[in-house]
């Protein structure tokens, strides 16, 4: 089986280093809104599904000669889709729609060779059934495939190639496989069929059964890594271990090696269910990562094996393969939908993980009506309860948790954001803007200091002694990132303060539960939506300075650290501008990067410590403008010999992590 283990492989992994390569390409052109990232979502998980959907429905109606001249057939015609290089033509213009223009450059770009990649591991396994061969250890090394892919691109594909050679490389690899598919095709052209009795189809039970044990693991792995990016450790590559372990479930069951043994892994999993729901609604464990971390990255582990190893004990007779795994990327398509998309339309906050962990009671109670003996039915049927318990306990605390501190609450593809209230009683009584458990500004609620700059917005902190330096006429200021809207209590009669903000509910928020753009004496503009592509469409608005600081989860907007983008804010600026980076992070080091980007345009970056919370990078045409009082007090040189700055065609996040 060596040439269809290495035809499946290679797919495999092409298939999934497609997506972070894409999305790299379109980034700089569509921005990071959330309408581009569900566009991404939903065409890759169409995708998926139609590339099973069309290895099912081949298998089933035709023969595997047939499926053999068909499937080389679309692989070949596929290659004229290649080099993976989105056409310039696809690029927005203003008046574009540029949704539509995206999903035409995801179909055009990628879209026949991803569906074709992903039914090539069905479909050669069912070549496989004809000559009498078991096929379902290739599933396990699709899926080791995917791990290998997974772990690949940020380490030893992103930091060294740039993405146009990336892209290049990709196609050659494609259309490596695509020889090899057509090789095995040739091989096998005289295998004759193995006689054997028909195959019963499954039944509707059956596939509801498949596509609900995918769905659990699957939009339980989507809340939890959200979750740990969100409210745990937004540390840039979190995302990896779970779903490195939620692939590995399948590679450990359908290997065929090991034995599944129900009752076992139903008391683990329920185990597992209610560590989770109790450990997320502890708060002396806000702010653990060292705990939580191991512990749901674990507990999906042993949900996944759990779920996974019903599926690889349920699975159908060899010959109905293409209408199990078909269910298996449609159930997981629905869960991951569900969690990404439906939730934030239907939910206010994340209850996701605790309601999921409720959800878990289903294919746990699919195992006990499984179970023969009263006592392990008995067993089962209390797992399945427990379950249910822990994760309704989880859905119910977080309300208590909030408690009476909360002023709002708002959800949307973003995340979730919520105003509360800090010293009530006391001079210091003052609202706090979280995402997540990042704190975005707050804001003073008595009226003497409502109008008083605070947290990384002090007078004595980099930005306002930037301000202070500004001249003394009627300033023009930009600020990508509103937040609460702090920047706009510097302003004076006769400024100007323009704020790029990319999320429509902080936009509510800063309006309805702080005051300090109300109370501002500045003219106050917001432009919504991505900050790069709105500055790439306006003509230049001459800016005294521009703040950026835009920075939430796991890691900063990529697109907007890129030299490509510091050209674009120097276009904006005036000769004696200044721009201020916001580079404090507990879990990447930019300084240098965004210094090296700076200086990239022509422009001279040092490193702002103001002594409080946060860390800039300053940067101004001449050495001359950052030696101005009081901002040159608490300015360094920073040391860029050797820092190649990111591009938009090479990022290496990588580089950044802390040594």
């Not at 004595?460 to 600020?479: F, K, N, Q, W």
């Not at 422009?603 to 030696?627: C, K, Y």
Request: proline share 7%.
């Amino acid at each position: 089986m060596a040439l269809p283990g290495l035809a499946v492989l290679l797919s495999a992994f092409l298939l999934f280093l497609v997506q972070p390569l894409i999305g790299r390409l379109v980034l700089p052109w569509f921005g990071g809104s959330a309408a581009v990232w569900t566009a991404c979502l939903v065409f890759f998980q169409t995708g998926l599904v139609l590339g099973y959907g069309y290895a099912a429905l081949s298998i089933r109606l035709l023969s595997p000669a047939n499926q053999r001249r068909l499937h080389v057939t679309l692989l070949g015609l596929s290659l004229l889709a290649l080099p993976l290089l989105p056409d310039a033509a696809w690029k927005p213009a203003d008046g574009d729609d540029a949704l539509l223009r995206l999903a035409g450059l995801l179909f055009a770009t990628a879209g026949a060779p991803y569906l074709l990649l992903a039914a090539t591991g069905p479909l050669v396994q069912s070549w496989l059934v004809a000559t009498g061969r078991t096929p379902w250890r290739l599933f396990a090394v699709s899926n080791a495939a995917s791990i290998a892919a997974l772990a690949a691109y940020p380490v030893a594909i992103e930091p060294w190639f740039t993405l146009h050679l990336q892209a290049m490389l990709w196609s050659a690899f494609y259309l490596l496989a695509a020889l090899l598919v057509a090789l095995l095709a040739w091989r096998t052209r005289d295998a004759v069929p193995l006689p054997q009795a028909a195959a019963a189809p499954p039944t509707a039970a059956q596939v509801a059964t498949w596509m609900l044990l995918a769905a659990i693991p699957t939009a339980l792995l989507v809340a939890i890594t959200e979750y740990l990016t969100r409210d745990v450790a937004p540390v840039p590559l979190l995302w990896i271990p779970p779903l490195a372990l939620y692939l590995l479930s399948f590679v450990v069951w359908f290997d065929g090696r090991l034995p599944f043994h129900r009752l076992p892994w139903m008391v683990l999993a329920a185990a597992a269910v209610l560590a989770m729901s109790r450990a997320m609604t502890l708060t002396r464990f806000t702010f653990e990562p060292l705990v939580l971390v191991p512990l749901f990255a674990g507990g999906l582990f042993v949900v996944c094996l759990y779920c996974h190893g019903e599926l690889a004990r349920r699975r159908p007779d060899p010959r109905r393969l293409g209408a199990f795994y078909f269910s298996l990327a449609l159930g997981g398509a629905i869960g991951g939908l569900a969690v990404a998309i439906a939730a934030p339309l239907v939910l206010s906050r994340h209850f996701d993980v605790a309601i999921l962990l409720a959800a878990t009671a289903l294919p746990l109670a699919i195992g006990a009506m499984s179970l023969e003996r009263p006592v392990a039915k008995g067993i089962g049927v209390a797992c399945a309860l427990a379950a249910l318990a822990g994760g309704t306990y989880g859905v119910t605390r977080i309300y208590v948790l909030d408690g009476d501190r909360l002023v709002s609450v708002q959800r949307n593809f973003y995340g979730t954001l919520k105003v509360e209230e800090e010293g009530i009683g006391t001079p210091d009584h003052r609202r706090e803007l979280m995402h997540g458990a990042v704190l975005h500004g707050a804001q003073y609620v008595t009226p003497e200091r409502r109008r008083e700059t605070t947290e990384y917005y002090r007078t004595e902190s980099a930005i306002g002694r930037a301000v202070a330096t500004l001249p003394d006429r009627p300033r023009r200021i930009a600020v990508v990132g509103l937040g609460p809207g702090t920047v706009a209590a510097y302003g004076r009669a006769g400024d100007l303060i323009v704020f790029y903000e990319i999320d429509p509910a902080i936009i509510a928020v800063a309006k309805r539960d702080f005051s300090f753009l109300a109370d501002s004496a500045a003219e106050i503009e917001i432009v919504p939506g991505d900050a790069r592509l709105s500055l790439e469409r306006e003509a230049s608005r001459r800016y005294d300075l521009l703040v950026l600081d835009a920075f939430a989860g796991n890691a900063p907007p990529l697109h907007l650290l890129t030299v490509e983008a510091f050209g674009l804010y120097v276009r904006h600026m005036v000769a004696e501008g200044v721009i201020a980076v916001q580079v404090s992070s507990k879990f990447l080091e930019l300084d240098a990067l965004v210094a090296a980007a700076a200086q990239a345009q022509g422009w001279i970056g040092e490193l702002a410590t103001d002594g409080i919370i946060s860390t800039w990078i300053v940067a101004a045409r001449e050495r001359e403008r950052l030696a101005r009082s009081p901002l040159v007090e608490v300015l360094t040189p920073v040391d860029t010999a050797g820092v190649r700055p990111w591009s938009d065609d090479f990022i290496d996040l990588m580089r950044a992590l802390p040594r």
